[in-house]
Nanobody, 123 residues
Framework: QVQLVESGGGLVQAGGSLRLSCAAS????????MAWFRQAPGKEREFVAA????????YYTDPVKGRFTISRDNAKNAMYLQMDSLKPEDTAVYYC????????????????WGQGTQVTVSS
């Protein structure tokens, strides 16, 4: 498994932007598909975005399409989530996740998780 650490969360007003980062340990980062999930209070963890090892395949959940951008830098063992035009409903703890082979959108299909970073969007 790969070790993951998220950063970049915070408090922002609606319409603002944040950039989340996920730092990964290990020399095999390039072999992992990566994803962002989020969990709001009282709700189940949900898929946000995923990217394959090369960045050639990317998926987004519909509510964030056109506002969020996922990317990765394999040379730095890092993944990012640029979040623009933030809405109060984006408020949640954001988690990065990793799995070997291809990307997936289901929580149980990922076996490595970070500790999460809080994103709060005020109205």
């Amino acid at each position: 498994q790969v070790q993951l650490v998220e950063s970049g969360g915070g408090l922002v007003q609606a319409g603002g932007s944040l950039r989340l980062s996920c730092a990964a340990s290990g020399r095999t980062f390039i072999s992992y598909a990566m994803a962002w999930f989020r969990q709001a209070p009282g709700k189940e963890r949900e898929f946000v975005a995923a990217i394959n090892w090369s960045g050639s395949r990317i998926y987004y959940t519909d509510p964030v399409k056109g506002r969020f951008t996922i990317s990765r830098d394999n040379a730095k063992n890092a993944m990012y989530l640029q979040m623009d035009s933030l809405k109060p409903e984006d408020t949640a703890v954001y988690y990065c996740a990793a799995r070997r082979l291809d990307i997936a959108t289901i929580t149980s299909q990922y076996d490595s998780w970070g500790q999460g970073t809080q994103v709060t969007v005020s109205s």
